[in-house]
């Protein structure tokens, strides 16, 4: 099942007149749903929601239940029994409720017997009023999260150029064999019609060794095309996995889809230079990342900070022991419990280092992330140079590709007419066969450099 579900994906763009074609797009689907890397970063962001889910726990009710007995000689001293429950809230205040039950013979003057109810509040007046560990560890978690997507569209924007470059690769190796195998198929030709010219007595016997020299010679071209296919291959079928994680192997059937003129495959693509700039401060994976770093660093600042104030916590609840138990309005009149506790490092050595560290990390994480856009928008300019470059070199190339061919052609007509010789053809047909492999790097080239500027950028997926 998981094997159909790969052959469907390969063949989802495939021609099958003689051969079947495996599309880019076709290609780049089956990167992105079964690679390992893509996989992976799919991982980063399940593990970073359950980062989440973690220091949301932090905020969860407690119920606590404590028991307490003591009993000596036959003499009840206590017995003491309190189930509370806690509500942590947002901001830093707790709620709690419980009750208390108290009995015994011996017991501290300043405690109340019987069972006793309250409700109260724990409220933070200085430190940890704004923030506190719990609501930055949620912060941080909440940006950690939005980094672990702005890290995955890193990790497939490389993915996928990486992926593309083999593709570009496999389909310039393709193309070089299918030529160098034409000019095989022409010069055996050749040889052919030189044998049967010697044999008529048209062709002096040297134009046979001739034939046959140039023949041996674009004969080991095309071998060593085959092994460059082949490895290219390789290369290309070490993207391609099936969904139980194992690697799977490309068929011999299957070739490139000749796309080089196919420009449909930038459709979706930014080709202007001003726009590309404009969006990467927005769009940009890595200066998100950056981004959403120092928006963490920020939250541990506002933490730091915390530790620049005096600790003063105020509790405050309110008791109820029974239906005869007197309310009154007022907070403090009757029926009440409070504590106040206060803490305050005299030097407070800790506090103003750790805040004065959290600000630096923050003054550094911002100078990198200025460093790092100059860092993008030089190899956004390069690419897109290089990718105006290309387009006129590859309009040169095709009309010296054309002219050479054409010089080709024309020697071998003279020839059939005895007006040139082998020595010239062979010399025009290297040449033509020299410009042509040109021009499919030059091609190969230009996709690449297409697809490295939609990365650099970070706009490729």
């Given at each position: 099942m998981k094997s159909n579900i790969l052959w469907f994906l390969l063949v989802a763009h495939m021609s099958w007149a003689q051969t079947k074609t495996l599309h880019p797009e076709a290609y780049l689907k089956i990167v992105e749903k079964y690679h390992p890397v893509a996989r992976q970063a799919?991982?980063?962001?399940?593990?970073?929601?359950?980062?989440?889910?973690?220091?949301?726990?932090?905020?969860?009710?407690?119920?606590?239940?404590?028991?307490?007995?003591?009993?000596?000689?036959g003499t009840s001293y206590y017995q003491y029994n309190a189930p509370e429950l806690s509500i942590p809230t947002w901001y830093g205040i707790e709620v709690n409720t419980g009750v208390e039950n108290l009995q015994?013979?011996?017991?501290?003057?300043?405690q109340t017997t019987g069972q006793t109810s309250y409700?109260?509040?724990?409220?933070?007046?200085?430190?940890?009023?704004?923030?506190?560990?719990?609501?930055?560890?949620l912060q941080q978690a909440k940006l950690m999260n939005q980094m672990a997507f702005a890290e995955q569209r890193v990790v497939l924007n490389q993915l996928f150029l990486d992926a593309m470059e083999a593709y570009w690769h496999w389909l310039k190796c393709f193309q070089a064999l299918k030529i160098t195998g034409q000019n095989l198929d022409a010069a055996k030709r050749r040889v052919e019609f030189v044998k049967r010219s010697v044999e008529l007595g048209d062709r002096p016997a040297m134009d046979?060794?001739?034939?046959?020299?140039?023949?041996?010679?674009?004969?080991?071209?095309?071998?060593?095309?085959?092994?460059?296919?082949?490895?290219?291959?390789?290369q290309l079928s070490a993207f391609l996995w099936q969904e139980n994680n194992a690697p799977s192997s490309l068929s011999r059937e299957i070739i490139p889809a000749e796309v080089w003129t196919d420009m449909s495959l930038f459709s979706n693509f930014d080709l202007s230079l001003p726009s590309i700039l404009e969006k990467v401060d927005s769009f940009h994976p890595e200066l998100q990342a950056y981004q959403f770093k120092i928006e963490s660093l920020n939250v541990e600042k506002k933490l730091k900070f915390q530790s620049l104030l005096p600790k003063i916590d105020l509790q405050y609840n309110h008791l109820m022991k029974d239906k005869s138990t007197t309310n009154s309005g007022a907070l403090f009149a009757n029926n009440y419990r409070y504590g106040i506790k206060l803490e305050l490092p005299l030097r407070l050595s800790s506090g103003r280092g750790e805040y004065q560290s959290a600000k630096l990390k923050m003054e550094e994480a911002s100078i990198q992330l200025s460093q790092k856009k100059q860092q993008i928008q030089i190899k956004i300019n390069s690419y897109f140079n290089?990718?105006?470059?290309?387009?006129?070199?590859?309009?040169?190339?095709?009309?010296?590709?054309?002219?050479?061919?054409?010089?080709?052609k024309a020697e071998e007509s003279k020839f059939s007419q005895g007006e040139s010789s082998l020595f010239l053809i062979n010399s025009r047909e290297i040449k033509a066969l020299e410009a042509a492999e040109k021009l499919l790097d030059l091609k190969a080239y230009l996709f690449k450099t297409v697809y490295a500027l939609q990365a650099s950028a970070g706009l490729l997926i």
């Open positions: 799919q991982i980063g962001i399940r593990k970073s929601n359950a980062h989440i889910l973690e220091a949301r726990g932090a905020f969860d009710p407690i119920l606590r239940h404590y028991i307490s007995s003591k009993t000596l000689d015994g013979d011996r017991l501290d003057p300043s409700i109260g509040v724990q409220i933070p007046l200085a430190k940890n009023l704004l923030m506190d560990k719990r609501r930055a560890a046979t060794l001739e034939a046959s020299t140039q023949f041996m010679y674009l004969d080991n071209q095309n071998l060593t095309k085959i092994v460059d296919y082949e490895n290219a291959t390789l290089q990718f105006q470059n290309l387009k006129k070199q590859i309009q040169t190339q095709e009309k010296a590709v054309s002219s050479y061919m054409a010089l080709t």
